[in-house]
């Protein structure tokens, strides 16, 4: 289960992982993936680039030098109300996975300190039709993004009021909002071969490659946290100005030197919306009264049957609906990696409901119920029911 | 701690001196624990803006739009603005009592110590140190 945890962490995205589809659209700042290169890509490029260019870009990912920091942020963007006073932009459809998601779980996992935990803030609000992406989305303190919040207030009121302002003569109005983030690579959160000699790992082992890359894994996402971000909207009365320095964005994460060594454990498991396979052990044959499968069923249906919609009763076709309603949550709650009486397990949970249930890793249903407040809010800020 | 929780804690202490079984206890304290969880979920819906503020907090946290320490702070601040509660969310005694009937859900008759149910000397163990709790808050 660790290893599937961090391969789907260490996944290349999309955007990472696709190369050009021809050597011309090579910009830059472009960063590029090597493992997901093909051939026909590299030979595109060695046509193109030379082949010195190409052999310095390929030796360099392979000793791990290529970070992947994002492109810096300039954008710009307009906020449009029509004749009538009214705003035409379009909101964004919001999107679950962010990188402030992944350095949270990296900071809470132990790799960085100090786990001062970040959130993901639309440089260009959401509703305004701001992109749910890296163009638009960076991580950073909870106190900035509630000043942000309040700058933003401050620039949509007086934007409203020069909008009907300009509906009195029939006129449409459009106020300008320039976003911008810088990012740098941060290779010092990478961990080298002497590193790891030093921390004590042996030269043949094979969760050394494994530490070494859950490193390089850190050192990409954490590239990702900026260190200034700024925000100027003009065509108003006065023109508002927003910034927000490396102090306002976080702290100075530093590797953890514990983490690098090999008796480093991981201290608590807890991920949101995990990509693990979604399992679930359906009771295999209905006919043995005692079998293991059909006997957390019926607890499930005597305890908490009406929370599921179907009765508190152990008869065939009753446990047969719950399987079936129970299988269902797994397919569509969100799945959180996390623990259940301090073991393991896989949660998941219908945040319009409440509904939860938890499997062990292989997919053995463990528990099943519908969450308090307090378990609910448990469960999305720790990974355990009960904190 | 307050008389509203009575019925609850009594049954929790005839558990500790063996005045009742496993299996008596977790039926008990499961009727009385999802009493107690409705009037939470009750308070809330007679608090629409209570409601609705959990509701846009949950959201923006499930989009990682607020942090867990701004969350966990944040809707504090609403369960504060509830009444008519015997028990209110986000209290010391409310996580106690819910992390009894985490326990009490897991009790299996033959589970083995250490395993992912729980056995009746780790149910005992575990309400013990809930009336520890109790009554230290």
Sequence with gaps: MKQSLQSARSRPSTREAAAPSDARELKPGWQPDVRAWKASDVHRMQRTLGNHAVNQLLAAASHGVIQRKPADIDKTWSISFDATGKMTNVGGVRAVLKRATVVNAQMRDGWVKPNEQLTGGHLFKREYGGPDDETNVVPWKQQTEDNFTVFEDDYELAANTAAQAAAKSALPFTATVKTKAQFVDRPDLKVTDDELDTAGWPAVDAERKKRQDQYADVAEHFSGIPIKAEVDVTGLSSAKHFEASKADIGPDYVRNDDAIKPAYVVPRRFLRNAKLSRDFVKVPDWKPQKSTERGKLGHVASRHGDQFGVAKSNQLNNLKLLETKLEVLVNTGEQILGVYRKIDVVHYVDHATKLWLCTEPGGALTAAFMLTQDQYDSLTTTGHVTG | ?137
């Design chain 2, 1 to 137: 701690m307050t008389d509203d929780l009575a019925d609850i804690v009594g049954l929790m202490r005839a558990f500790d001196e063996n005045r009742l079984s496993a299996q008596d206890f977790v039926e008990q304290y499961s009727d009385l624990w999802n009493a107690l969880a409705r009037e939470q979920d009750d308070a809330i819906a007679r608090n629409p803006d209570v409601a609705r503020a959990l509701s846009e907090l949950r959201d923006k946290h499930n989009f990682a739009e607020i942090t867990d320490a701004a969350y966990s702070e944040r809707v504090q601040q609403q369960y504060a603005l509830l009444e008519g509660l015997r028990l209110r969310p986000g209290t010391d005694r409310s996580r106690t009592l819910s992390h009894v009937f985490v326990e009490a859900d897991a009790y299996r008759e033959d589970a083995e110590a250490g395993g992912i149910h729980a056995t009746a000397d780790e149910l005992h163990e575990e309400v013990r140190k809930g009336l520890e709790a109790l009554e230290a808050s």
